[in-house]
């Protein structure tokens, strides 16, 4: 009866040793798994982001290719329209507010107040202004607190046109 009782201990001490032993060994295989998949899962995403970069670089660049591709256009129709007047027909400063160059309506911007303290002003249509001026028009009436509402009406420019500009400005 006791070498029976011993053999009995002897094999508890031994699944009691074994189930130590694989659970240590089983901890240690799944602490390695986790560390690795979330090793992973993070270059992974840093691939992705990496990606989405390059895309979004490109295509911010592509956006600034159009929009001097289309100051350009804007510029070259300005030239055919002053080519288009008849030759006695004054192109003087003083003949309207809406002949007036882009800078002195840059001026008398920056002199007045934001459009909740003032009247609205009324700008020369967009197309008639060069693509640089038209741009350094939106920004300045933006930096004086005028809304994209506001802007588009008084430059005859489109809402998502005045947004993305403004976007680009802030780089």
């Known amino acids: 009866m006791l070498t029976g009782t011993m053999v009995f201990v002897v094999i508890i001490l031994f699944f009691v040793f074994f189930i130590v032993y694989k659970r240590g060994m ?25 990606a ?9 660049g592509h956006l600034e290719y159009l929009l001097d591709e289309a100051d350009a256009r804007i510029a070259e129709l300005d030239k055919r329209l002053a080519a ?3 030759a006695d027909e004054p192109a003087s400063p003083a003949a309207s507010p809406a002949q ?26 967009a197309r008639e202004t060069p693509g640089a001026d038209r741009r350094k028009l939106i920004l300045s009436m933006a930096e004086q607190g005028y809304s994209v509402t506001e802007i588009a009406k008084m430059t005859g420019a489109g ?13």
């Open 26 to 50: 089983i901890a240690r295989m799944f602490t390695l798994n986790a560390a690795s998949s979330a090793g992973e899962f993070q270059q992974e995403l840093e691939r992705t982001a990496d």
């Open 100 to 125: 007036e160059p882009a800078a002195s309506v840059d001026v008398r911007l920056a002199a007045e107040p934001p459009p909740s303290q003032a009247a609205p002003i009324e700008e020369q249509p």
């Open 84 to 86: 288009s007047r008849p």
């Open 52 to 60: 989405a970069i390059r895309r979004l670089e490109t295509q911010i």
């Open 159 to 171: 809402k998502g046109e005045i947004i993305l500009l403004l976007q680009l400005n802030k780089k």
